[in-house]
């Protein structure tokens, strides 16, 4: 009972601290007159995937490594086929032409995993590739993104003072939140004999996942299809490069490939299948988002 305890309250402040972060980093993005598409792959992408970040770094320092790796694994793929096919569900997605460079760009960052962990371990080397991608990639983003104005109500920016109070308070809950949850969860996984990557792949990504879907379903409700997307896109490139990079580069992260090799394929396949739905028909439709849904909600099963 603890553990449930544990576990819940974990969630619950990573959602208030993601809740937080997001409100407030966005609020400082508008500052600069970002787009919302650029706002979806930067800002509001890496701040809801702190939570991804914070349980992932607690996990390799607890020794728990299984759960860190399974949940940035779970992550990408909940991202997508549940929180994208939701999403597309609620309202079809249109994909713009700026999405058209990022979804390669998912792709081969998708890929970068199946190298790191093929010989069991991903080590500081492999995370410093990781982290010097990431810079590169959001270096890039700034400089060829359109800069142009977003739809948000300006006068509605919250003063300086209280942005910067409220990134604070966002990371410390999503702090907090994580250790919390790790430690319920792997108390869990030994309690009730679960492998603890299936641990990470489903109740503690799909939890440190619930920014991006919170997040995503109030930019549906207002119509901003830029901003899930580039949320989720940005989301999964930050969790791989970001995330994996820096927790390796604080502390290496041992794994057997083949304990791994078949929910990175899930993944990928992931990946794979949306880039075609949005390639082909520049938008995701309802159907096409209950097939990702439906494939989710089977991988889940599977895992079970």
């Known amino acids: 009972m603890l553990s449930f305890f544990f576990i ?17 980093a ?66 079809p997605l249109a994909g713009q032409g700026v999405l058209r460079r990022e979804l390669p760009i998912m792709l081969f960052v998708s890929l970068l995993p199946f190298f790191w962990f093929w010989n069991g371990s991903m080590g ?27 739809d948000l109500d300006k006068p509605h920016i919250a003063p300086l003072w209280l942005t910067l109070i409220g990134i604070l308070g966002g990371l410390t809950l999503l702090v907090l939140g994580a250790q919390v949850l790790v430690e319920g969860a792997s108390t869990l996984a030994r309690a009730m004999g679960v492998p603890e990557k299936v641990i990470g792949l489903t109740l503690v990504a799909v939890g440190t996942s619930l920014p991006e879907l919170a997040s995503s379903v109030v ?14 896109i940005g989301s999964n490139i930050f969790n791989i490069l970001g995330i994996l990079g820096i927790s390796s580069l604080v502390k290496s992260l041992p794994l057997s490939f083949e304990l ?45």
């Open 219 to 232: 930019a549906i409700i207002k119509r901003q299809t830029d901003l899930v997307l580039g949320n989720i």
């Open 26 to 91: 966005s609020s400082l993005a508008l500052r600069f007159n970002l787009s919302p598409l650029v706002i979806g792959l930067t800002v509001v992408a890496f701040g809801t995937s702190a939570p991804e970040l914070a349980a992932t770094l607690a996990a390799s320092l607890s020794g728990a490594s299984a759960i860190g790796i399974g949940n940035v694994i779970g992550s990408n793929t909940s991202n997508l086929g549940l929180i994208l096919g939701l999403c597309a569900i609620i309202l």
């Open 260 to 304: 791994i090799r078949f929910d990175l394929i899930v993944m990928l396949g992931f990946a794979l299948l949306t880039s075609l739905f949005l390639l082909s028909r520049k938008q995701l439709v309802r159907w096409e988002g209950g097939v990702l849904m439906a494939g989710y909600m089977g991988y889940i099963v599977y895992l079970f």
């Open 124 to 150: 500081r080397l492999d995370g410093l590739i990781g982290v010097s991608l990431l810079i590169s990639y959001l270096i890039w983003t700034f400089r060829t993104a359109p800069a142009e104005a977003n």
């Open 8 to 24: 819940v309250l974990g969630i619950g402040l990573l959602y208030l601290g993601g809740e937080l972060l997001v409100r407030y």
